[in-house]
């Protein structure tokens, strides 16, 4: 077996972690947001207590959040399963590690507010056909951000995408070392920053459209 196929499963596994925290908030909290804004408009109750309306937002966000982490830790202990000795994940950047899980899955949390309060119930069929689709093909789930490099406009378009941010910084925090180097990825600053940026902006948005959403 080449050193290329020995080291896929170690450059694959971040990416396929990133993507299992994405999905895991999205549905979260956009399924409770299309259940608390449906007809029986659950979300009232909340709306009732003496708390801000962007206060109940980042409360959905946060817990969301916390779904998010349980679904990317699940991974972890299915990829240790199902790859055996292919296992491989460092274990000298733990907290690198949590922090960009948990960032990613405040910022995918953020940016499901957005989309749970601007879909309606009939509409959830495009959560799967276009958000899920143009985020994984687009995110440096299968391939690293360096292997792209002969092709600038897609990696140029990658870095759009949160979840590339999210791919490359667990990438950095997971790949064992070769022969006492680092492998290729995104600078960590870099990562930190967008990711920092994409929630700050999802979240800002979210707040506006949910706010718009429940007093209408």
């Known amino acids: 077996m080449c050193i290329r196929d020995r080291t896929y499963p170690a450059s694959l596994l971040p990416g396929v972690i990133a993507f299992s925290i994405f999905q895991g908030s999205i549905l979260a909290i956009t399924l409770s947001l299309i259940l608390d804004l449906g007809a029986i408009r659950e979300i009232d109750d909340r709306l009732l207590a003496p708390l801000p309306v962007s206060l109940v937002a980042i409360e959905k966000v946060f817990f969301s959040a916390i779904r998010a982490m349980l679904a ?16 491989q994940v460092r274990g000298d950047e733990l907290l690198p590690l949590i922090g960009i899980m948990f960032l990613y899955a405040l910022s995918s949390s953020a940016l499901g507010l957005i989309i749970g309060a601007a879909l309606s119930a009939d509409k959830i069929y495009l959560l799967f056909t276009l958000v899920f689709s143009a985020t994984l093909y687009t995110g440096c789930v299968y391939f690293s951000w360096s292997s792209i490099s002969s092709i600038k406009v897609l990696q140029i378009i990658t870095l759009f995408n949160p979840l590339t941010y999210a791919s490359e910084g667990l ?32 979240l800002l948005i979210g707040i506006q459209t949910f706010h718009k959403r429940v007093i209408s």
């Open 72 to 87: 990317g830790a699940l991974t972890f202990l299915l990829a240790y399963w199902i790859l055996g000795s292919g296992y």
């Open 171 to 202: 990438r950095y925090a997971m790949m064992p070392l070769t022969n006492g180097h680092a492998s290729a990825t995104l600078p960590i600053g870099w990562v930190v920053l967008g990711l920092s940026v994409s929630f700050f902006i999802f």
